[in-house]
């Protein structure tokens, strides 16, 4: 995937759904337990909410076996889960 796309932010507002994919960019500043999930692929599995003190909301992601919280202006998302996936023939989706 090009650098421009992973390094642009999602338009304001826009939120990331449960089952979404996200790149954590490397300017994410993470806890020594979570730097791991840095600059890697991570799977949103809630959120998001705001936790206390912060003025980003958050999400928690799964990186491997572990569930993460990352701020939401740290996530790139890759792709669209509710995307349509099917084979289309003349341009028509067959199920």
Not at 13 to 40: E, F
Not at 43 to 66: F, I, K
Not at 72 to 95: F, M, Q, S, Y
Request: hydrophobic share 35%.
């Amino acid at each position: 995937m090009p650098a421009a796309v992973l390094n642009s932010p999602r338009p304001r507002g826009a939120m990331l759904k449960k089952g979404t994919y996200c790149y954590v960019v490397g300017s994410c500043r993470a806890s020594p337990a979570a730097q791991h999930a840095v600059g890697k692929i991570v799977e949103v599995v809630a959120g998001p909410y705001n936790r206390a003190g912060d003025a980003v909301s958050s999400y928690d992601v799964r990186y491997r076996n572990w569930i993460l919280y990352c701020h939401a202006d740290k996530l790139r998302a890759i792709n669209d889960p509710d995307a349509d996936v099917g084979e289309r023939h003349n341009g028509n989706l067959v199920t």
